[in-house]
């Protein structure tokens, strides 16, 4: 391939990414989703792979054209995650062999306190609208960043909503430091932008809260922005 031939400036880097959005089960039947497609996480692993890194993909809920596409690539391995506990699992089993951890799946914050065995019906609930108990997954990014060996690099998404009184930079920035990761990729998000979309817009925060890259184009461009701010701050 062209780009193979062209550009192996991440020959020798072990990168896991996470992609997708988790699935919290309510009942056998039901869960709490996300938007996710998984195409930005699946651009970055691609884009590494194809600049020479060895890649582990870890997948949470995808597009069956994104997991096609990371399951016939040479230089990616695909493990598969559901829940955010699951995703949390694999990660930390992964993670200790790599040289750069990137999570940009789309974790749930919540999950369902207690997971009913049988189906939820209308007639067990008697005309009143059932209530769910949620209980906050932990957080599998800072809990990563928190355990990273030396010379390891750990690098957070965050999609944002505009919120009155603060940019998205400054939210960026305080995420970045809560979660204590080396780089924080923000984008913009709302109910048409950032999801299901072909482009990306993504603002890169390194870890003296300064604008490492901000970089607007196809998520494979954006993917490639992502490695380069990555390669630059291992140099
Ligand atoms: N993340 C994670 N584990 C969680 C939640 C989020 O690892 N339980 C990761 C995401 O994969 C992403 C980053 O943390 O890389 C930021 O996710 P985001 O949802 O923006 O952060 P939260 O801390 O959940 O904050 P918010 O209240 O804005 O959702
Ligand atoms: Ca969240």
Known sequence: RAILARRQDAAGLRIAVS????????????????????????????????????????????????????????????????????????????????????????????RVASVSESKLTKEAAGGVPPTLELVENEDILAGLAADRRPGQTVVGFAAETPAEGETLLERGVRKRRRKGVDLLAVNAVGWSEGFEQADNALTIIDAQDQVAASVTGSKREVADALIDAILAVRS
């Open 19 to 110: 992609a997708g959005g988790t699935r919290e089960p309510i009942d056998p039947v039901r869960f709490l989703g996300n938007r996710s497609s998984g195409r930005q996480g699946a651009a970055i692993a691609i884009a590494a792979a194809d600049r020479g890194a060895e890649v582990t993909a870890v997948l949470a809920h995808v597009d069956e054209s994104v997991r096609s596409a990371l399951e016939g690539h040479p230089g990616i391995r695909v493990r598969v995650a559901g829940t955010a506990a699951e995703l949390a699992a694999e990660m930390r089993e992964v993670a200790p062999g790599v040289d750069v951890v990137i999570m940009a799946a789309a974790v749930a914050d919540y």
